[in-house]
């Protein structure tokens, strides 16, 4: 089991995109599932509607953040809580016009 953690991890380390994908695969579809147990309209799960949660969150979602993470670190460039406000404000200031 051990071994198998450790390449995950290196994986991980060694594609970030895939994490980034691994991860919106489980918490999209997952909080998709909490939503619908929640709306007391519903009898039961739309399966369908999990599964586009997934296929967008994993294709969609996750390889743009990334871009976008990519570019706002290489038009940015630091790791203090300073830049990382200013990469959000950027991007927050071109979207919004």
């Known amino acids: 089991m051990a071994t198998i953690l450790k390449a995950l991890k290196k994986v991980g380390q060694q594609y970030p995109i895939l994490r980034g994908m691994t991860t919106y695969s489980v918490l999209w579809p997952t909080s ?8 007391k309209t519903r009898d039961k799960y739309d399966i369908m509607e999990t599964l586009r949660y997934l296929v967008l969150g994993t294709f969609v979602t996750a390889p743009t953040v990334h871009v976008w993470v990519k570019l706002a670190s290489k038009i940015i460039k630091g790791t203090t809580l300073k830049h990382a406000v200013l990469k959000i404000t950027q991007g927050r200031l071109q979207f919004s016009d």
């Open 32 to 39: 998709n599932l909490v939503q619908q147990s929640m709306d």
